[in-house]
């Protein structure tokens, strides 16, 4: 007589496969197979043009950082960019090839440790450009930058604690952590990454579902916050009031804006762009623009209809998802990586006062582009799935109304998801 398996949560081992340890090259073919390729063609196809992208861009940064004992090559940050890509691929597929459980692991292990080095940037911190954001430890980074994916790890963990005890206080939890950052990061300062958290917490929190009158107070005080921020911080009222003045020919917005918009639809052609050479940080924070004067809007459309893609993917593969980590998880995480090109865009549309932020998988970048790879692929490993496994819960597809089917049944008649502590 035929019976059924005791149904495991987190067991993701094919039952075709003996125990023990299995292959390398079977460990490639489960994660050739589980892997979501549609997603990982996009995400390859954006750096693609980032790359190019970078190539156009960096003779405008080389030429504005040269001096008069060091001329540095027109390509510079083009062939500095090419290594960096290399080291982010080869961590974006490695991360990738985690167990949704090691990911998990693995994004609050990083949440931590650089929740640790947060604290120490104000005492051990390098200043560059006027803000104390950067620790150096063999090369400079951002703990900023490598926390984005550990938080939406954390955050994801936390939250989906109400599926084991419901009376679990997890909203004070996270929003006590997301004020510890933001305090954190107010103190460099970055008020545009600040804000970056924020958004994360909140599209994450709206879908744990935890109460709408206890999230509605919690942000009303957060909308205190913010005033209180106006008022408190120089920087911030500066750019605001800047932006919301109109802004001058001499503003990085506003130069970034006439850049962009120079050459028209189609663009000068590459190399020819000419506005590009008086932007600051062109191959970083306005890209964007050197895009739109080198190779037109059409292109600038196209790069955004890719981030669009990579969006509606994620959400696509999240529709039926039956865990409620992993639900949390990919959304939060790709939260991140579209709110994070949102706000490049749009500044660089002069629609947003001016942050800082680069555009991710496109902008040039040294550990940052290792820590959106870092993104990506923990988005990848969270997103993994069998696709001979047909799931029955209704995911994301059942908290915004999508869902047509009712949860799994196991052998004792109750609903089944998956549990992580």
């Not at 639809?265 to 506005?275: N, Q």
């Not at 990579?310 to 409620?324: C, K, N, S």
């Not at 006062?353 to 959106?372: D, F, Q």
Request: net charge positive; with cysteine; aromatic share 10%.
């Amino acid at each position: 007589m035929n019976t059924m398996q005791p149904y495991v949560p987190g067991k993701r081992q094919p039952a075709h496969i003996p125990k023990g340890k299995i292959s390398r090259w079977t460990e490639l073919k489960i994660w050739w197979r589980e892997i979501d390729r549609v997603l990982l063609l996009l995400v390859l196809l954006l750096m693609s043009f980032g790359t190019i992208a970078v190539a156009a861009a960096s003779p405008a940064s080389a030429d504005r950082l040269s001096t008069s004992s060091q001329t540095l090559d027109p390509l510079y940050f083009f062939y500095r960019h090419l290594a960096w890509q290399v080291l982010a691929l080869g961590t974006m597929l490695g991360i990738s090839m985690l167990a949704r459980e090691n990911a998990r692991r693995l994004g609050i292990l990083l949440a931590a440790v650089m929740t640790v080095l947060l604290f120490l940037v104000p005492i051990i911190g390098v200043e560059i450009n006027g803000a104390r954001r950067w620790i150096s430890l063999g090369m400079q980074f951002q703990p900023s930058e490598f926390l984005k994916p550990g938080f939406a790890i954390a955050m994801a963990w936390i939250l989906s604690w109400r599926m084991r005890d419901p009376n679990l206080p997890v909203l004070g939890i996270a929003t006590a952590y997301l004020a510890l950052i933001a305090a954190l990061m107010m103190m460099q300062p970055n008020f545009g990454g600040t804000i970056l958290f924020g958004g994360v917490w909140f599209v994450m929190v709206v879908l744990s579902g935890v109460d709408v009158k206890r999230l509605g107070a919690v942000i009303g005080g957060g909308i205190v916050v913010l005033t209180a921020t106006y008022f408190l911080y120089d920087n911030a009222r500066h750019r605001i009031d800047a932006f919301l003045g109109g802004g001058t020919a001499f503003d990085q917005v506003d130069l970034a804006s006439r850049t962009l918009l120079a050459g028209g639809w189609t663009g000068a052609g590459y190399g020819l762009g000419i506005r590009k050479m008086s932007l600051p940080e062109a191959h970083t924070d306005y890209i964007f623009s050197v895009i739109g004067e080198e190779f037109g809007l059409i292109a600038c459309g196209l790069i955004v209809l890719l981030y669009l893609a990579i969006v509606v993917r994620v959400l696509m593969r999240l529709i039926d998802e039956e865990d409620i980590f992993a639900l949390l998880a990919g959304a939060g995480l790709i939260a991140l990586l579209g709110g994070q090109a949102f706000i490049n865009i749009l500044v660089n549309l002069q629609l947003f006062p001016s942050k800082g932020m680069t555009l991710p998988l496109v902008s040039y970048g040294g550990s940052s582009t290792i820590a959106i790879c870092l993104n990506v692929g923990l988005m990848l490993a969270v997103t993994r799935r069998n696709p001979f496994l047909k799931s029955k819960t209704r995911g994301l597809g059942d908290r915004l109304g999508l869902g047509q089917t009712a949860p799994m049944k196991d052998q004792t008649g109750s609903a089944r998801r998956e549990i992580h502590p």
